[in-house]
T-cell receptor, first 116, second 111 residues
Framework: DTEVTQTPKHLVMGMTNKKSLKCEQH?????MYWYKQKAKKPPELMFV???????INESVPSRFSPECPNSSLLNLHLHALQPEDSALYLC???????????????FGPGTRLTVT | TQLLEQSPQFLSIQEGENLTVYCNSS?????LQWYRQEPGEGPVLLVT?????EVKKLKRLTFQFGDARKDSSLHITAAQPGDTGLYLC???????????FGSGTKLNVKP
């Protein structure tokens, strides 16, 4: 099973709302990722969790707050977003990089976020 | 600075034609993935190449990893409208949980 699930599929929120995106995987992967993707562009990395600890934050504004409650779950808490934050938000997982071992990412279907 | 340069950015061809997409870098990758993405959906992993010089085939798709593990190509034979989508290459570095994406190739195959 190489499935990564994401909920919700679509989300519309106002600039004063608080919402959360959820991601789950059961592949035993110990690295999980959040990406933001605008139309016709490649995914932009936001955060990386490795063994449930935040290992990379790509200078993301604090209105995005990631959380990794356990090795299977990854959340992205949203607060006071701007219209330009509207995008497809993708979650991915992979084995944790160790030494010279190769690894690959598996993506979820994404959450289409619209900020009004 | 883009670590992976992908070309071409756009490709519009007729059904039955062949095409090649390139992914180049000056960095050595531990592995390189190719994905296809439909609008509004997540990227779907097509293949992972890990060994320099490796060639993998997936039906009409042929993937090659350069000998020095710095570049890769995707060749599609006799393209079909169902091949339409955004093709992405992504490279992983040794001992580091981060993937670097190419800029993507938007392929449109006309019937």
């Amino acid at each position: 099973d190489t499935e990564v699930t994401q909920t919700p599929k679509h989300l519309v929120m106002g600039m004063t709302n608080k919402k959360s995106l959820k991601c789950e995987q059961h592949m035993g992967h110990r690295a999980m990722y959040w990406y933001k993707q605008k139309a016709k562009k490649p995914p932009e990395l936001m955060f990386v969790y490795s063994y449930e600890k935040l290992s990379i934050n790509e200078s993301v504004p604090s209105r995005f707050s990631p959380e990794c409650p356990n090795s299977s779950l990854l959340n992205l808490h949203l607060h006071a977003l701007q219209p330009e934050d509207s995008a497809l938000y993708l979650c991915a997982s992979s084995q944790a990089a160790v030494g010279d071992s190769s690894y690959e990412q598996y993506f979820g279907p994404g959450t289409r976020l619209t900020v009004t | 600075t883009q670590l992976l340069e992908q070309s071409p950015q756009f490709l519009s061809i007729q059904e039955g034609e062949n095409l090649t997409v390139y992914c180049n870098s000056s960095s050595v990758f531990s592995s390189l993935q190719w994905y296809r993405q439909e609008p509004g959906e997540g990227p779907v992993l097509l293949v992972t190449v890990v060994t320099g010089g490796e060639v993998k085939k997936l039906k009409r798709l042929t993937f090659q990893f350069g000998d020095a593990r710095k570049d890769s190509s995707l060749h599609i034979t006799a393209a079909q409208p169902g091949d339409t989508g955004l093709y992405l290459c992504a490279g992983g570095l040794y001992n580091f949980n981060k993937f670097y994406f190419g800029s993507g190739t938007k392929l449109n195959v006309k019937p």
